[in-house]
């Protein structure tokens, strides 16, 4: 092989502090554009975001030479930055400290994706919540 081959996906997610509501819906769209810029600089390909009002999910390929936890620092950083600084200054807003993420096969990106997009029902239809999405 002349030139390298990688084929890296992840699924990310991390909540609100505290579990707090504070992906209303008048500021979701804008934190997952923030969410898609900041992967895109970082040379990844956003295939979902999604979420409801105290997380958020995101499933991306991903370069060899970016580590998760700067991907996802990245991330949360910059949306967290455009909400407390440019949105909505005078009101709170945070990401938790911490974060999970899972590696997925290329044959899963779809369910996963279908998964993500589909959080709002998700939720409503099941009143446990995956050990992992409270992290």
């Not at 609100?16 to 970082?42: F, G, H, M, N």
């Not at 975001?49 to 958020?56: A, T």
């Not at 096969?105 to 029902?121: K, M």
Request: aromatic residues 10%; glycine residues 6%.
């Amino acid at each position: 092989m002349h030139r390298n081959f990688t084929q890296l996906y992840i699924h990310c997610v991390w909540g609100t502090w505290d579990r707090l509501p504070l992906v209303t819906p008048d500021i979701q769209e804008i934190i997952y554009s923030a969410i898609a810029k900041q992967c895109s600089e970082l040379g990844c390909k956003v295939i979902a975001i999604g979420g409801i009002v105290d997380h958020v999910h995101l499933l991306a390929g991903y370069p060899p030479n970016l580590t998760i936890s700067d991907l996802v620092q990245k991330t949360k950083g910059s949306s967290s930055h455009l909400i407390t600084h440019e949105i909505k200054p005078q009101e709170f807003f945070k990401w938790q400290g911490g974060y999970g993420a899972f590696t997925v096969s290329h044959h899963h990106l779809e369910q996963i994706a279908n998964y993500i997009q589909n959080q709002a029902t998700h939720h409503q239809q099941k009143s446990l919540i995956a050990h992992w999405e409270i992290l």
